[in-house]
């Protein structure tokens, strides 16, 4: 009988800082494509048209526990991939013992940063959502998926997705 790869650490990088202690969760991106239905002459039905990501982008969200200077100096930053985040984690599956490596690097900018609830003695975080401009998914050093808007590359288990489409207009 086998059992399913669980997470059991994990740590996150803001721009080379580790959060070691400090993240507490993170939300890896739900990864949506725009899909059109289209039904012409002679089909029976409608068949979804892939017209690219959905309208919600690339979104990390993460939280932090206390008060994290980092991510508020970073708030408004200029450049659409200037924030790079780093997730690391350790998935272990329970009936082999054997252990996966799975990274997701992204780059974006914070569009939200909540504060949460202030109040003596009790806990407090920080949850963060990073828009993205760039994904990239590595399970044991094989890359899985690679994303990036802005120069239009798309890359799922080492197929470039997007590669005629960028000879097609002249890139």
């Known amino acids: ?7 059991k650490n994990m740590n996150l990088f803001n721009d080379g800082n580790s959060y070691q202690g400090v993240a507490k969760s993170v939300t890896p991106p739900p990864l949506g494509r725009k899909m059109e239905a289209y039904r ?11 017209l690219g ?8 969200e993460w939280k932090t526990g206390g ?12 450049n659409a991939s200037g924030v790079q985040l780093r997730f ?3 998935f272990q599956q329970d009936d082999t013992g054997e252990v996966s490596a799975v990274e ?3 780059r974006g900018r914070h569009e939200t940063i909540e504060m949460g609830d202030a109040q003596p003695g009790e ?5 963060i959502t ?3 401009t760039y994904y990239k998914l590595i399970v044991d050093n094989e890359e899985i998926i690679e994303i990036d808007l802005l120069n239009f590359i798309e890359k799922v288990n080492g197929v470039d997705m997007l590669e005629k489409q960028r000879a097609a207009i002249g890139l």
Request: include cysteine.
């Open 123 to 127: 806990d407090t975080e920080h949850s």
């Open 104 to 106: 997701i690097v992204v």
């Open 40 to 50: 012409g002459g002679g089909m029976n039905g409608p068949v979804k048209a892939d």
């Open 88 to 90: 690391a984690g350790s």
């Open 1 to 7: 009988m086998a059992m399913p790869r669980k997470l």
């Open 53 to 60: 990501f959905s309208d919600d982008g690339i979104q990390f």
């Open 130 to 132: 990073t828009t993205c």
């Open 67 to 78: 008060l994290d200077l980092i991510a508020l100096r970073q708030f408004g930053t200029v």
